[in-house]
């Protein structure tokens, strides 16, 4: 816990809010006089007050003391006020359509200079009826011609530093002219949906609960099919009214559920007509679902709207981490925060049968390789005894302390190969982060290939990289973490390590590379196959989330480090961002919504799952943080760019999947737009444990995996692929992609760059002042003939790449091998290709033909042995020029 500030910034703090307490007193006090010699407007003689006591919600609120509620509870002593930002709403419900005559708001110290008196019939599309940016405060009676459900005060300026406050919010009018659609609380709007399939990526399941009456989901053209939205907390519900296409179904079912699995009927039908159902039910659950078992058409099932209303609950019933439930409002600001889904799961130890529920995600997860299924595990602070928790495909296991220390897992987190006869060069997309392991032998297990991070963990024993057997492996990466004893890599072909202390490292097969690591071995490449740096020129590490002091989830930010050496913590410096700063995104969410969230001001917290997205996802507000959980997968639609960030300071990426779809994109990632001239020296962006792949799961192509056209970037461990293998086909015209990593701005520098496969360069440098700490790559094994790879006069695509014009550069333990089982006889002229000038330098390279599939005739330019035969044997070069 931090300690409370102390000092001129804590006099400060106090000063301020003494003030804020008396000159609210004194305006109270003046307000309560004047009113004493000022009557009301008569215009409220004639009028009804329809607000008070009616259901109200707000973009945000100051704290706990000062609820939406309290602007509609009659008591002039009680207070909504907002946080302080532009802009914020406050919205209250009526019940009915009723006509609107005036507005009366009550400020308190904290007013809204410019704001708009709003009117919606459903509350997502809304009309003005009195605009001002001239507010003054005080006590406003605004007169009004308009009529609605729903009443709101939109403020875009506020008129102090504060947020926006009010002691009362009344509407007047008269009732009538219309009636509530259902009885109850609009409980689903905004909440999250998901569906047994959709028909396309324009109609997704979110459209059915967006509140907008022109978007639709639409499932397949099978029976049965559903459609289901989880309120958040267990509600009462009363009715449901579904708004049909022309694609309705005839026989469905409405069913409740409390955990997502087990079902109720409440309704069911095999009459049904289509067009605007409303269905007075009785039940209650978490979950709510349109079960369809008939089609009336020979298309799927389509809903405009599934509406559910009721009264809500007291969360009871199967959550997920106990945060406040997102609000969203289409018209207005998004609310921040919210649930992290049914795929997080979060333990503490009390929680009965930890192990049994790791091994239910494990027997799904253990050889999914490209399933949809994600999973984030989440440890609580505290001890855990006996646990073996195996890690299989897409699921990232955390500590939710602030240290590694606060989560003791006295037992083991294991990867290992069973699932593929020992071999554990396909043991990707899996994580573990910011714990402490006791492994019950001594030695814990991590038999992992690429996108496998092993982060700020604490092994109070050795670690152990090969699987059991002793079989291939092709890793990896570790980062700020402490190992007490000593590290077996043993039959893994290429390591990293940065930022970390280790008691010992056993052995090396080509390429071991260490920077800012107490305890690594020394210098020895190519015999020992080590490069040795002793600090890490810039490092930031990857953002990660925890319990704050009051147990609340929030997200940690390190700071940048210069010339690192060793772990960051305890006591990492940074910055905490609670997660009511956070849209916490779910599958089914469109781009649009993710964008307008960002565009507010949020960050963003991608929940395990797939995200099909129909336009980039826009970053591009400085210092914006974007993180995954359980390896959170975004998928572009239709060619688009997957995410592009502006050219701003310090927005970190950190912990997602980027999957590339069937239509060409561009760049799956674009970090700045081309021709980006700034610098972010003192700020840069860190793109951390983002992965990109083109194939292998889906149809899938692209131009460029990732663009980095930013200044001072720092690229923190990536894997981009494009796929050999996969569930999906593959292959040299089938899943497609030029380039892996294309780099056009300055200074540059990539801690752990994994790039495979790619049919022309993998990597393109063009940026001035680029470093590389650590390359593994393979080319691509699907090049059909000579004629497919050659280069002008030269014969293959280097690996890596760095233009003629570029007159700075410098890497460190570099490798490329190939494997050209189309056509072995396929001759690569060099792995890299660079400027010979003596600003630009490579240190430790190297070269290797698979038994021989393909060879390479130099290491680098003309420079370096060439391969030959089948026996596998690296050709280096230690320093270049």
Known sequence: MLAPPTGTAALRT?????????AAAVITALIASLLLFVPMRSAHAADTLLSQGKTVTASSTENAGTPASAAVDGNTGTRWSSAAADPQWLQVDLGATDTISSVTLNWETAYGKAFKIQTSADGSNWTDVYSTTTGTGGVQTVSVNGSGRFVRMYGTARGTQYGYSLWEFQVYGSTGGGTPPAAGTLLSQGKTATASSTENAGTPASAAVDGNTGTRWSSAAADPQWLQVDLGATDTISSVALNWEAAYGTAFKIQTSADGSNWTDIYSTTTGTGGNQTLTVSGSGRYVRMYGTTRATGYGYSLWEFQVFGTAGDGGGPTTPPTTPPTTDPGGPIQGGGDLGSNVKVFDPST???????????????????????????????????????????????????????????????????????????NFWRSVENLAIKPVSGDDRWAVAQAAPFRRIH???????????????????????????TVGPYSQQQWYTRDSSIQGWTNGVWNMVFSGVQGAPAQGFPNPVYTTLNTTPESREKPYMYLDGSGNYAVFVPNLRTNASGVSWPNTPGTSIPLSQFYVAKPGVSAATINAALAQGLNLVFTPGIYHVDQPINVTRANTVVLGLGYATIVPDNGVDAMKVSDVDGVRLAGFLIDAGAGNSPQLLQVGAQGSTASHAANPTTVQDVFARVGGARAAQAQTAFEINSNDVIIDHTWI???DHGSAPTGWTVNPADIGLKVNGNNVLATGLFVEHFKKYDVEWHGQGGRTIFFQNEKAYDAPNQAAVQNGSIRGFAAYKVDDNVTTHEGWGLGSYCNYTADPSIIQDHGFEAPTTAGVK????????????????????NTGPGTSGTGTTPSTVTSYP
């Open 459 to 485: 092994v109070e024993g050795g670690l152990n990289l090969a699987p059991n057997g002793y079989g291939w492996a092709s890793g990896g990466y570790i980062a700020d973490s402490k190992i007490d004893g």
């Open 352 to 426: 009965p049968n930890i192990q049994g529920q790791l091994d239910q995600i494990f027997q799904q997860q253990e050889s999914n390789q490209f399933g949809d299924a994600r999973y984030q595990v989440f440890f609580k602070p505290g001890t855990y005894n006996g646990l073996n928790d195996q890690v299989g495909f897409y699921t990232s296991v955390s500590g939710l302390g602030k240290n590694p220390d606060d989560v003791q897992i006295n037992g083991d987190i294991t990867v290992d190969a069973g699932w593929f006869n020992g071999n554990a060069t396909q």
């Open 842 to 861: 490579f240190h430790d390279l190297l070269v290797v033909s698979l038994g021989g599939m393909g060879q390479y005739a130099h290491v680098i330019n």
């Open 14 to 22: 106090s000063v301020l809010s003494n003030r804020r307490k008396t």
């Open 721 to 723: 692929w494009r796929a």
